[in-house]
Every structure is written in structure tokens, then in C-alpha cells.
């Protein structure tokens, strides 16, 4: 099993901010070499389905959900295969649980794995 330790949230007041971490594993051997590739974010509010937060490439590219453009920065630390998600102006409606994700490339073999964080609870009173 390949283990994202995630950390950073908790309660706050609408306006407010978090910063969240996840760390993850540089590579892993399933038959062969898959290298860390694109790292992100998910969040799932109660009744509702995961959605995007955002990702990021290794190279830096990113990719944000509207609802977080210009409020949330998700960057990463490539020497410590970390990914960030600092998170501004927080509203109600950000409260769930924010799940990180990894995914490996192979490095003889074109596929890709895919694995999640525990989740950590991110909750913003209004």
C-alpha cells in the first residue's frame, strides 16, 4: 500500500486560511518503476461527490476548479515529493474533507496508478 501523509486542517472562520500537506513516496515497484507524476487535491462534502480542487505537474503546470481560482495556490517541493494546497478567503462552502491524490507513471510501462490520502476534514464556520 503506498501511504500520503497528509496534514493541515481544521476549524476556521469564514475569511480565514488554511495550508495543507501531503507527502508522498518518489517511486514505487509494481513490476516495474512508476515515478510521482501529477499531485492535487480533491475535497467531498457531506451528500455530495468528490470534486477537483486542484493539481499540479510535475514541471508546475497546474489546474484549479472555478470555485477556488484566485483563492487557493496549490504548489509542490519536487526534492521532498510534497504538494501544498494554501487556501484564502475561505468560505462556508469549502467545509469537507479534502482528499490528496498521487499519481505514478510507469517508466517502461504506459500506465498510470492512482492513490489517495486518508482525507483530512477542512471546516469553515460562517
Known amino acids: 500500500q503506498v501511504q500520503l501523509v497528509e496534514s493541515g486542517g481544521g476549524l476556521v472562520q469564514a475569511g480565514g486560511s488554511l495550508k495543507l500537506s501531503c507527502a508522498a513516496p518518489?517511486?514505487?515497484?509494481?513490476?516495474?518503476?512508476?515515478?510521482?507524476?501529477?499531485m492535487g487535491w480533491y475535497r467531498q462534502a457531506p451528500g455530495k461527490q468528490r470534486e477537483l480542487v486542484a493539481t499540479?505537474?510535475?514541471?508546475?503546470?497546474?489546474n484549479y476548479a472555478d470555485s477556488v481560482k484566485g483563492r487557493f495556490t496549490i504548489s509542490r517541493d519536487n526534492a521532498k515529493n510534497t504538494v501544498y494546497l494554501q487556501m484564502n478567503s475561505l468560505k462556508p462552502e469549502d467545509t469537507a474533507v479534502y482528499y490528496c491524490?498521487?499519481?505514478?507513471?510507469?517508466?517502461?510501462?504506459?500506465?498510470?496508478?492512482?492513490?489517495w490520502g486518508q482525507g483530512t476534514q477542512v471546516t469553515v464556520s460562517s
Open positions: 491524490l498521487a499519481d505514478f507513471r510507469g517508466t517502461l510501462a504506459d500506465a498510470t496508478l492512482r492513490y
Open positions: 518518489g517511486s514505487i515497484v509494481r513490476g516495474t518503476i512508476f515515478s510521482i507524476n501529477v
Open positions: 499540479i505537474a510535475t514541471g508546475g503546470s497546474t
